[in-house]
């Protein structure tokens, strides 16, 4: 896929899965909703249901900045199948620009956001390596 392909399946892609690492060095993934923008990847604490506020991946992110995305979309027919890995440093962004254009985006992209949306804090990541692969 080209830089172009991989743009366009992002912003069309609805989830994705954040990999953050404990300060033990053993992985969490975590499922998430995201807005891509001129490689920036933005995430937010939402309103669903959590059984703390005291996120790990957060905690993660602050201890261990350096996260993957995975982007994935299955079919039964395996010519349509394609993934994309974002890996970069991230931060989590409490105020500021940075958590008004994450905020925004995801509005902008997610409907339920317009009537529920996100307190934050929103997780800034800067996308450093972009890694693709398409049946197709």
């Known amino acids: ?17 954040l990999g953050t690492v ?10 998430i909703v995201f807005a891509y923008e001129h490689g920036r990847l933005y995430t937010a604490v939402d309103l669903k249901p959590k059984s703390t506020l005291r996120l790990k991946r957060l905690a993660n992110i602050e201890a261990n900045p350096q996260v993957s995305v995975l982007v994935d979309h299955y079919d039964d027919d395996w010519s349509k199948l394609w ?4 890996d970069g440093t991230a931060q989590v962004v409490r105020s ?4 008004r254009k994450g ?19 929103v997780i800034d990541v800067t996308v450093e390596t972009v890694r693709a692969w398409s049946a197709t």
């Open 1 to 17: 896929m080209d830089r172009a392909e991989i743009t366009r399946r992002l912003h069309r892609a609805r989830s994705a899965t």
């Open 22 to 31: 404990d300060h033990h060095g053993r992985p969490h993934l975590v499922p």
């Open 83 to 86: 993934w994309v890995r974002l």
């Open 96 to 99: 500021g620009p940075s958590l």
């Open 103 to 121: 905020l925004a985006l995801l509005t902008s992209k997610y409907d339920v956001y317009t009537t529920q949306p996100p307190p934050g804090p």
